[in-house]
């Protein structure tokens, strides 16, 4: 398995309530990426990272911020939970170093956190 | 604005059947993949389709790619139980994947 940590993996929040999910990788992988997921959706982006305090957003971005300070954490922050933002949260890596970047986005996903903002 | 669409949404079958799911998407990409989910797990992936006219096979699972008709189709072969789990998948726009809304799979037996 590719090394990738989400935390927490369950957590229940207020709504209002400032919330941060991590995702640790030991992959030295460039690009890292947060998706939801919800029923009838598949995954949809939220926000994505292409290096050290470079990010950008996705489709689904409001409401979200991102911060990654170094190459391993990738950190999503909902500035204030909402119920809509209830959902699965997933994080992925993709392009090994030294790989072009033209070749091969193949992402791998951490094992997701179960949010529910009550 | 890349849509990726995959039917049928819902697939339930009888072991030893063999079926398609296809994945239609919107806009030209050569790159697209195919992923698996278990239920209350994480993805894994199961086919990177790279070129048009890739063909793919792992076990009962084929997967192939037309960029030129923007489709690609998994076959599954006398499906079995444990191949039960919804299927993504997944086109690449400027190093981000889009992801269809997923397929269930369901096998009895």
């Given amino acids: ?118 | 604005e890349l849509k990726v669409e995959q039917n049928p949404l819902f697939l339930s079958m009888q072991e030893g059947k063999n079926y398609t799911i296809y994945c239609n998407y919107s806009t030209t990409s050569d790159r697209l993949y195919w992923y698996r989910q278990d239920p209350g797990k994480s993805l894994e992936s199961l086919f990177v389709l790279l070129s048009n006219g890739a063909v793919k096979q792992e076990g009962r699972l084929m997967a192939s790619l037309d960029t030129k008709a923007r489709l690609s189709t998994l076959h599954i072969t006398a499906a079995v139980h444990d191949l039960s789990a919804t299927y993504f998948c997944a086109v690449d726009r400027a190093q981000k994947l889009v992801f269809g809304q997923g397929t269930r799979l369901t096998i009895n037996p």
């Fill in chain 1, 1 to 118: 398995d590719a090394g990738i940590t989400q935390s927490p993996r369950h957590k229940v929040t207020e709504t209002g309530t400032p919330v941060t999910l991590r995702c640790h990788q030991t992959e030295n992988h460039r690009y890292m990426y947060w998706y939801r997921q919800d029923p009838g959706h598949g995954l949809r982006l939220i926000h994505y990272s292409y290096g050290v305090k470079d990010t950008d957003k996705g489709e689904v971005s409001d409401g979200y911020s991102v911060s990654r300070s170094k190459t391993e954490d990738f950190l999503l922050t909902l500035e204030s939970a909402t119920s809509s933002q209830t959902s699965v949260y997933f994080c992925a890596i993709s392009a090994t170093p030294g790989q072009a970047i033209h070749m091969n986005t193949e992402a791998f996903f951490g094992q997701g956190t179960r949010l529910t903002v009550v």
